[in-house]
Each structure stands twice: as C-alpha cells, then as structure tokens.
C-alpha cells in the first residue's frame, strides 16, 4: 500500500512542478514526471509476489497463475508511446515559441490574457 | 562510402568507434522485430532501437552526412505506407475472417520463427512506421535553428 | 454493419493524403471529402438500421471475445453522436477547401483533420476505458497541432497552454483508468460495470470520480477548468474552431461523462450534483465574460463555455426531461456554433481582422454572412421558430420539474444574456456605422454554401421536436442513457463465458 501511496506523491511532485515552474522545459519534464508516476503505478498493480515473466519459454512450463499480469504492462507501453508523443508535440512548440518571444519564461510569454 | 561534411559531428574517436557500433545496434533492433513473438520486445522496441541507430548517427557524423544517405521524402514516404499497410492488415483480417485485425494466417508451432499467425507483419510494419517516425521527430527537433529564417 | 470502418477509413484517409497529396492540394482535399461523406452516409444508415438490431450492434476486434478484446459498441447515443460528428466534420472539410487559400500546407491540415476524426468516432463507439484514452489522445494531438496551425505567436501559446492542461487531466483519467482496473481487473465498461454492481461503492471510487471529473471536465471546458478554451479555439482556423467548439468538447467532453458516469456507474448522485454546480458556474461566468470581448471569436469561445454548461446541467438534473433537453441542445449547439465560427472565418477571410472595433457596416457587403449570423444569434438566443429555443425551454423546464428552480431562473436570466452579447456583435459587425476594417476579398462560394446550409439546418432541425418523430428516434436515446443497468445487460450476453481466467 505504501508503495501506492508514494506513486500519488510522484504524481503529486509532477502536478506541483507544472504548475509552479515558470521554464517551459521544466514543465515539459514535470509533464513527464507525471506520466512516469502512472505507469509505475500501473506496473505495481500487476506485481505479484513470487511469479514470474507472462511469456512461454521453451524448456520452462510456467503455470498461468504464477505469471505476473501482462495487461499493466501492455498499458504501460502504450502510455510511454502516446507520452512519447505528447513530450515531443510540446518540445517542438517550446522551440517555436522560443523563435517568437526569444525566451522560454512563461511571465514573459502573455500575449494572450485570460 | 565518402564523407563530403568531414569537419561536422563529434571527434576521429567518436567517428570512428561508431563505425563499428552503429550496425551491431540496427542489427540489435531487428533482432527484436523479427523474434516480438517469442521473446519480449517487438514492432514498437524494435522500431525505436532501430531509429536510436540513426539517432547514433547523426550524433556522430552529423545530420548532413545522414541527410546524404537518406532521402527525408523516402523517410516520410515510408512511415505512411506502413501505416497504410498496418490498416490494410486489419481489412484483410476483416475480408477473410470477418472481424477487423482477425489473425487470418496459421498459428503455427509454439516456439518456432515462423509461428504467431500475422503478428510478426504487423511487428516489421509498426517496427518501419515506429522506426522512421521516431527519427523524423529527432530530425526536426535538432533542425530547428534558434532564430527564426 | 461493419463498426470498424468508422476508425479505419479516415485513419487510411489521413497517411494516404501523406502518402500522395504531398504536392497536389487538390487531391489532399478530395480524398478528406470522400471519407468524410463516407463516414456520414454510413453513420446515418448505422442510425437507421439501429432498431432492427435491437438497439445495440457490437463488434468484437480481432475476433476474440469481450475481456480478451476491444468491443466498439454502437447504441442509440453513440449513433446519434456519430452522426453530429460526421455531420459537422463533411462541413467543416467542405468549407476549409477554400478557406485554406490563405494558408499553407494544406495536406497537412487534411491529414491531421482527418486523425481528429478517427479519434473522436473512436471514442464514441469504444466500449473499453483504455481503448477511450487512447483514442482521445489522438484527437487530442492532433487539435493542438491544429490549434497551432497559423504558428504565429498567440496561436503557438494558445496551443501550448491547450497542450500542458490537456497532458495534465489525461495523466488523471489514465490514473483513474489504473485504479478501476486494480479494483475490477477489467477494462471493458460494461465489464467494471457488472462488477462495481455486485461490489458496491467503495471508498477509492470517489478517488475515481474526483480524477475523471476533473479530466474530462477539462475537455468539456467546464469552469474551473475553462481556461485554455477561450485561447485555443480563437486561435485555430475557423472550420477548426468550428469543429473544436461544435463536436470535439461534446465527445472527449460530454459524452464521455455520459457514458462512463451514467451508463458505468450508475450516475451516482454526488457526481450529478457536482455536475450540476459545474455546470450553472459555467452558464454564468461564460455568459457574463462574453460580454466584454472584443475579439469575435474569443466571444464565440466564451460563448461556447456557457452553452456546454446547458448541456451539462440538462444531463446533470437525470430525469427524462432534462437528459432530453440536453440530447438536443448538444445537436443544436454543434449546428448553430460552428455556423458561427464559420461566420466569424468568413469575416475574417474578407477583413482580415476580427476585432469587432474595426468591424461594423458590413451587411450591405457581406449578404450570406451577415443573414446567416442573424439565424444563428437567434438560434443561440432562443427565439421561437430557431432551434436554441426548444432545448433550453426544455432544460428549464425541466429545472422547475427536478425542483431545482433556482437553477431554471439562472439558466433563463442568461439566455438573456446570450442574447445581448450576440446583439452586440451584430451592431458592431454587421450593422452600425462602417468602420475602418474594409472588405478586401469575396467569401468563396463553397463557404457560403456550408454557412446557407447549416443555417437552413438551424430551422429544420427544430422539427425534430414534432412528437411523432421525437418519440421515434430521441427517446430511445434518452432511455440508452437513463437505463444504469441497460447498457451492461445489453452487452453482457456477448461476454466470454469460458473459465480463462
């Protein structure tokens, strides 16, 4: 449970760092904490103790019960493909932000009111 | 193969280990591909590890020297026809077995290369699709110049 | 019926136009047309051939059964939301082919309209909570580059800051994903419903509706989470604001909401009261911030905040009457909201400016333009022939009924409100004295003819309300999404029964 518990405290740590920092990149990188904090949320839900790789290996019957849950982590993939995504969109308009306003102090970037 | 940018990229020792580490990494990530099925990995790993050697590449030589060897429009070209080919996988299920991304080949013996039904296609196409994409993406954001023009 | 065809022809659609309309735009925008016809037509024969089906048509992908696969169900609600969504999508690909001429990249803007479509229609027929995010995310991406199209200053910070709320609450939803899933090892909807049903409510349930209020309150723009609205949907190019404002709050947004707290969990009250209050929030502070805009469409946007608040307090109040008049104010909002927007494009084509200081006299000039907002302010207004009326007399109504009469004299007070900030547009844009902004191009005919069209739909849309046809094809809707348990009984008989687990 513990463990659970200091995962919504990452997650916590990323939300405060997107709202508090004022450099793009760092929020880009508290963006990326927060997504690091739910996939290792999502690996820890499908631990179980004692039980092993959810693959066939030849030479090594493992039984199905003793398998860890493959479903968190074909979760898990597919969120670091679409964080992939996200963290890249959101590079590429840091940079072309960058090009505009010459800085990437977002008290300096507020063209835009409201 | 002749480097017309010598001066580009990072120094003789750097150049010249990459030489040798830059296939035993391409080679790496279709290792992975081609057995998805029977080990962990697959199309997405692969396909990164696959870019990360461009990726490799580049850093070393420089992105001119890459940009000699390989046509960006090919690049782009290329991660769209695996995505069209990725789509057409599932319509071909959808036409043989009636259900969209059905498994319309054999299953195969377990633990053989030739097994998992159509899963080791789709791995090669989403290993292309994932592969280029990943290094457009780095391209682009290298390319970007800090001033604009 | 093949359900699948909704997400893989404009997902075919968007790499071919990468593919091979690189060079020639023309082909770009006819390949985007015929998708979108495509899908429109078969969304409208899915709805038809609905009732013979029993009301629910289910595909299981990959040919495995349903804990084992992604389920896309279509039911009445997700027939009729694939139906606004195609609707609005054929028009606003029609009037962007020639809109764009002041734009360039044109396949590029084709390619990512048509990835928005594949998401939002995913989202719509998913039947699978992470197949959902999945999907939201592409529509997602692909909105924010849209939203950054122009890449001029104000539309990169829009953009960004769109982006940076939008990864923040999809990190929520897929936490919440993440607890379900802990909780019921399941992802399938109907599945967790089934389960949570046997359960009970447990306590880190409300952790759940916390996280998915919050993140799909963000994609519905309700007001604590309003703010990148008003940026982002001005910034885009109009048949994108259109699109953004008509259909894309209402699917990530609305009918998400619809569907997992009503259909999943049961439409629990302390969710519906929190709605509820969200909602009335964001009629008042949507309303009364309109008024003092000056940009055409960053009114249009604020505008937009406080009609999703109808929506969302018609669905909130849960009797028939009000989930009705939120059905139809959705539809009607999606209508005569992206016919403003276009408006608004059209202006701008011609002006090249929005600010509606610099406007005014422009309706001896701008015939189309300046009729079609006339219906539109009306529609949105209320005014009795025009669609808006119906449905939020409706939703009062239905107010007064719940017993929530605070609520249905609030909701009436700033339709009176709408009113006047739309009257102040048409002062200041379209009649009163000429300002300085002049007339410098011809709105193209394939705009104009999008803008006649949608306006004649303001008005024939409100024949929906003849009670024959009514209780044909709306109710039906209505008891999708009032029956808590009707969803998961419909699907459960397409469960795997055997004993894998």
Not at chain 2, 95 to 106: K, P, S, T
Not at chain 3, 146 to 175: D, N, R
Not at chain 3, 269 to 295: E, K
Request: glycine letters at 8%; aromatic letters at 12%.
């Amino acid at each position: 449970m513990i463990l659970y518990i200091m995962c919504f405290f990452l997650f916590l740590v990323g939300i405060y760092g997107a709202i508090t920092k004022r450099d793009l990149i760092k929020i880009i990188l508290a963006i990326g904490i927060m997504g690091y904090s739910v996939n290792l949320f999502l690996v820890l839900l499908a631990y179980r103790s004692g039980a092993l790789i959810p693959i066939l290996v030849e030479g090594l019957n493992i039984p199905p019960n003793m398998m860890v849950d493959p479903i968190p982590q074909a979760l898990v993939l597919t969120s670091i493909v679409i964080e992939l995504g996200i963290t890249a969109l959101m590079a590429a308009l840091a940079i072309r932000i960058y090009q505009k306003y010459d800085t990437f102090d977002i008290t300096k970037i507020r063209r835009l009111q409201g | 193969m002749q480097n017309n940018f010598p001066n580009e990229g990072m120094s003789v020792i750097v150049k010249t280990i990459t030489r040798f580490t830059v296939w035993l990494i391409f080679l790496y990530g279709l290792y992975i591909v081609i057995h998805g099925h029977l080990s962990p990995g697959g199309g997405f790993a692969g396909g990164v590890i696959v870019a990360l050697s461009y990726v490799h590449l580049t850093l070393a030589y420089g992105k001119n020297f890459v940009l000699d060897r390989i046509n960006k429009f090919a690049m782009n070209s290329l991660e769209a026809i695996a995505a069209i080919l990725i789509v057409l996988t599932g319509i071909v299920g959808l036409w043989l077995v009636g259900r969209f991304l059905a498994n319309f080949l054999g299953i195969g013996t377990l633990y053989t290369l030739l097994s998992a039904g159509y899963i080791p296609i789709l791995n090669i196409f989403i290993c292309v699709k994932v592969g280029m994409g990943l290094y457009l993406v780095f391209y682009y954001l290298a390319s970007f110049k800090p001033q604009e023009g | 019926m093949i359900l699948s065809q909704f997400i893989f022809v404009p997902l075919l659609a968007a790499f071919l136009i990468v593919l091979f309309a690189r060079k020639k735009e023309n082909v770009a925008a006819i390949i985007a047309l015929a998708a979108c016809a495509w899908i429109l037509i078969v969304a409208v024969i899915g709805f038809l051939k609905l009732p013979a089906h029993g009301g629910l048509i289910l595909e299981n992908t990959s040919g495995w059964k349903i804990p084992y696969t992604i389920a896309l169900v279509l039911d009445n609600l997700s027939s009729f939301m694939l139906i606004v969504v195609s609707l609005i999508g054929f028009l606003s690909a029609f009037y962007s082919v020639q809109y764009l001429n002041h734009f360039n990249g044109k396949w590029n803007f084709f390619a990512l309209f048509m990835l928005m479509m594949t998401g939002m229609n995913g989202v719509i027929l998913t039947g699978d909570f992470f197949n959902l995010f999945v999907f939201m995310e592409i529509s997602l991406y692909s909105a924010y580059a849209l939203v950054a199209f122009g890449t001029e200053s104000e539309e990169l910070e829009a953009a960004f800051k769109y982006a940076l709320m939008g990864a923040i609450t999809s990190t929520m939803i897929l936490f919440g994903i993440g607890i379900l899933y802990s909780y019921t090892s399941t992802l399938t909807m109907a599945d967790v419903g089934l389960q949570l049903s046997h359960s009970g409510t447990p306590k880190l349930l409300f952790l759940v509706y916390g996280l998915f209020i919050a993140g799909f309150g963000l994609k519905t723009a309700l007001v604590p989470f309003h703010a990148w609205l008003p940026d982002a949907h001005p910034s885009a190019p109009a048949p994108i604001s259109a699109m953004l404002s008509g259909v894309l709050i209402k699917t990530l947004g609305v009918y998400a909401i619809v569907r997992i707290f009503f259909n999943v969990f049961g439409a629990p009250t302390v969710v519906l009261q929190i709605l509820m209050l969200l909602a009335i929030l964001s009629i008042v502070i949507g309303g009364f911030l309109s008024i003092v805009q000056w940009d055409f469409k960053r009114l249009l946007g604020f505008s937009s905040i406080s009609q999703i608040g109808y929506v969302v307090l018609g669905f909130a109040l849960g009797t028939p009457l009000g989930i009705l008049g939120g059905i139809l104010h959705l539809f009607y909002h999606a209508i005569f909201k992206s016919l403003l927007f276009m408006d608004s494009g059209a202006v701008e084509y011609a002006t090249d400016t929005r600010d509606l200081r610099q406007l005014g006299g422009l309706s001896k000039e701008m015939k189309v333009t300046s009729s079609t907002t006339m219906v539109g302010t009306l529609s949105i207004a209320g005014i009795p022939p025009f669609n808006g009326f119906f449905s939020k007399l409706i939703i009062i109504i239905a107010c007064i009924q719940a017993g929530r009469v605070v609520l249905g004299i609030i909701a009436a007070l700033v339709s009176i409100v709408t009113l006047a900030y739309f009257l102040k547009v048409q002062k200041h844009a379209f009649y009163g004295k000429k300002g300085s902004a002049k007339v410098l191009e011809k709105v193209p005919l394939a705009m104009k003819a999008v803008m006649i069209v949608l306006a004649a739909l303001c008005l024939l849309s409100s024949l929906i309300m003849i009670p024959p046809i009514r209780e044909k094809y709306i109710s039906p809707i209505v008891d999708t999404v009032r029956g808590k348990t009707s969803y998961i009984q419909n699907i459960e008989p397409y469960f795997d029964t055997g004993s894998i687990k």
